[in-house]
């Protein structure tokens, strides 16, 4: 069975996506490792990073995935295009680093609350 064109974008659109989250939460999960070495922190980005750079560029629709993807490209200049990286600079960065994937976490969590006008119908619904 052939596919068709849309098919495939779909396809490589999803793993885009899924390649972006994957970065994100392995960056997550290497700054809330306090054991996690300057050179183990910049290897395994630099790995992460050749992964996703080997998937062709999709033009990105959401805000999440935009500021996502901006994110990781400035956090990689910053890191392993940084020569003088070390143990200090990156428990220096740590904190802040966290509270910004957190605060990108908190944008792509928007979406699934429901809207304020629809709040009020369910509120007072008990009362009837």
Aim: with cysteine; proline share 0%; aromatic share 10%.
């Amino acid at each position: 069975m052939a596919y068709t064109q849309k098919q495939i974008d779909k396809f490589n659109r999803q793993k885009y996506i899924t390649e972006l989250e994957k970065i994100s939460k392995n960056l997550f999960r290497m700054f809330r490792d306090e054991k996690m070495s300057a050179e183990d922190f910049v290897t395994k980005f630099r790995q992460l990073k050749k992964k996703f750079d080997e998937k062709s560029a999709i033009h990105l629709d959401s805000e999440y995935h935009q500021q996502l993807k901006s994110y990781i490209e400035r956090l990689f200049l910053q890191t392993c295009g940084n020569e003088g990286f070390d143990d200090k600079a990156l428990s220096d960065i740590r904190e802040a680093e966290m509270s910004n994937l957190n605060r990108l976490q908190k944008l792509k969590n928007g979406t699934s609350y429901k809207k304020e006008k629809h709040k009020s119908k369910h509120k007072n619904e008990d009362w009837g």
